[in-house]
């Protein structure tokens, strides 16, 4: 991790750890309507990953090897929801983390395993990168959908 993400971590999780107990930080029914960024790049994501299944079957590795990057470096929620959400997760914060690594991980095997035109390796890349997105949302998106989206 760079200075850069660590002081960037660092400062969220310090204000998090400040504001998180205060009522005028807590979700209110207002803020918790407005969909999440969040749900906008899993949207994009669940698109992407579409596609590569389409491409796997047609072998169409040129599309795979361009495809593949957007999954690896996806974009990031802004700092606002950023601190939300790691207000939320609380102390499974380092699990979310890790279930996005894994995904960035797989993402960029799954590109190299393109480039080289090598099936095997495309498909166990999917496979990895299928299973992370897919322990991540039995772990999450219930209680993130209940949180952000079915306030009380």
Not at 32 to 59: C, F, T, Y
Request: aromatic share 8%; hydrophobic share 40%.
């Amino acid at each position: 991790m760079n200075i850069s993400r660590m002081t960037l971590a660092i400062l969220a999780i310090g204000f998090t750890v400040i504001t998180a107990p205060h009522p005028a930080f807590t979700e209110t029914a207002a803020t918790a309507i407005e969909p999440l960024v969040l749900r906008k790049i899993m949207r994009e994501l669940g698109k992407n990953m579409q596609h590569i299944s389409d491409s796997i079957a047609r072998e169409d590795w040129a599309l795979i090897t361009e495809i593949a990057p957007h999954i690896a470096d996806h974009p990031k929620p802004p700092l606002t929801e950023k601190i939300r959400i790691l207000a939320f997760v609380g102390s499974d914060a380092g699990k979310f983390r890790d279930y996005d690594e894994k995904t960035h991980q797989a993402g960029q095997e799954l590109r190299r395993a393109a480039m080289q035109k090598d099936r095997t390796e495309v498909i166990s890349a999917f496979a990895t990168l299928q299973e992370s997105c897919v322990t991540c949302h039995q772990s999450f998106r219930k209680s993130f959908q209940e949180h952000f989206y079915e306030q009380r």
